[in-house]
Nanobody, 117 residues
Framework: QVQLVESGGGLVQPGGSLRLSCTASGSIFSIYTGGWYRQAPGKQRELVARIFTDGWTNYADSVKGRFTISRDDGKNTVYLQMNSLKSEDTAVYYC???????????WGQGTQVTVSS
C-alpha cells in the first residue's frame, strides 16, 4: 500500500506564493503519473496539474503560467509551485499517483490552501 503525504499548505495573501510537496512511501513517481487536484467548498474536485513518467506536464487553464509541477525521483516527491495566487485558488489540494498500466490510484489526505488578505 502506497501512502502519499502532502505538506506546504497554509494562508497566503493574493499575489503570494506557496510550494506544496507530496512525498510517497515508495519509489513510485518514476512509474506513476503524479498529479495535484483541488476541491473548493461546494465544488467538485478538479485537476490542477499532472506530470507523466516521461516528464511531460499538463495544467488546468486556470493555473497555466502561474503553477509549476515538478518531480524529484530521488526524494519520491512531487511538487507544486504556486505563484501569483488568487482568492479563487483557495481549496483543499490533493496529491494523486496513478498508473493505468497497473490499475492503481492513490490519494493523499489533502492540504488546505487559503488565499486571502
Amino acid at each position: 500500500q502506497v501512502q502519499l503525504v502532502e505538506s506546504g499548505g497554509g494562508l497566503v495573501q493574493p499575489g503570494g506564493s506557496l510550494r506544496l510537496s507530496c512525498t510517497a512511501s515508495g519509489s513510485i513517481f518514476s512509474i506513476y503519473t503524479g498529479g495535484w487536484y483541488r476541491q473548493a467548498p461546494g465544488k467538485q474536485r478538479e485537476l490542477v496539474a499532472r506530470i507523466f513518467t516521461d516528464g511531460w506536464t499538463n495544467y488546468a487553464d486556470s493555473v497555466k503560467g502561474r503553477f509549476t509541477i515538478s518531480r524529484d525521483d530521488g526524494k519520491n516527491t512531487v511538487y507544486l509551485q504556486m505563484n501569483s495566487l488568487k482568492s479563487e485558488d483557495t481549496a483543499v489540494y490533493y496529491c494523486n499517483a496513478e498508473s493505468l498500466l497497473l490499475g492503481m490510484n492513490y490519494w493523499g489526505q489533502g492540504t488546505q490552501v487559503t488565499v486571502s488578505s
